[in-house]
């Protein structure tokens, strides 16, 4: 009887410490510091103006931070690369809207389920099309995309070993590059594109009806930062639950849609 007593008093002791560190590891993160691509509309964007980031995510991380009663500040923090490479060190807690690859794994942990699906196309010159039904279509064309840009396992794989596909430093450059007839094809998301497509005032250019990936957005925690604890994730992830539920997405997209188009309209 003693025996049992004591397991018992020490199974309660333990459980006891495992409530007061989730309690204590959400209480010791008061503000989680995010950034993204910022070259992601409707998505995300960076302002000349702002040190923060706008868009359909931006807007999402905001509600989010309202049911977990944590700050979270979406800023700018340079090119898609260079976010990558400061969730990785630890200097930045969050990323906000990543597809999921295996290496990325390594130093950041995903966030079940997805925030958001994006699609990603071919983009080709209206003056130069060519058939595309499937990826082996392209081996024999030049194509670009943007460094540092997954498009899923399955096609990064495919295209590194299959495919000569050149890497620029921002979709502005690969877009001016495919419409000048520099490339054969761009690959990238089909709403960022249009949307910078807009802005550059690009009007030769269209996607292919079949695309190329469709792919799921995630939040991730770098593993190197603080604010990383379970009880956190486990949160967030509840939350997510819940906008899916309410296809909180869907409307933030729409919203953003309609900003972007503003922005570009106004001198």
């Not at 990936?213 to 009880?231: A, D, F, G, H, I």
């Amino acid at each position: 009887m003693l025996s049992s007593v004591l397991t018992l008093s020490a199974f309660a002791s333990e459980a006891d410490s495992v409530l007061n560190t989730s309690s204590n590891e959400t209480a010791s993160c008061k503000l989680i510091r995010a950034s993204g691509n910022a070259e992601y509309p409707p998505y995300l964007w960076h302002s000349d103006k702002s040190v923060y980031l706008h868009g359909a995510i931006a807007m999402l991380l905001k509600e989010l931070s309202q049911e977990i009663n944590t700050e979270i500040e979406l800023v700018y923090s340079g090119p898609w690369g260079r976010v990558q490479e400061d969730v990785a060190a630890g200097r930045i807690d969050m990323i906000a809207g990543a597809f999921f690859t295996l290496p990325r794994t390594h130093y950041m942990d995903y966030i079940y389920p997805d925030m958001m699906l994006t699609k990603t196309a071919v983009w080709m010159n209206t003056k130069n099309p060519f058939p595309y039904t499937q990826w082996k279509d392209l081996k024999s064309y030049h194509g670009v995309t943007v460094i540092n840009n997954s498009f899923g396992q399955e096609f990064d794989e495919y295209a590194k070993q299959q495919l000569n596909i050149e890497e620029v430093a921002s979709l502005d450059q690969g877009l001016r590059m495919l419409s000048a007839n520099r490339v054969d094809y761009l690959i990238y998301e089909e709403n960022p594109g249009k949307a910078y497509a807009q802005k550059l005032s690009v009007n030769n250019l269209q996607t292919m009806p079949i695309e190329i990936t469709r792919q799921k957005l995630y939040l991730t925690m770098s593993k190197k930062s603080p604010c990383n604890s379970p009880s956190l994730r486990a949160k967030i992830s509840k939350t997510l639950n819940k906008f899916i539920q309410e296809n909180r997405a869907e409307v933030l997209l729409k919203r953003a849609h309609a900003l972007w188009a503003n922005k570009q309209q106004t001198p």
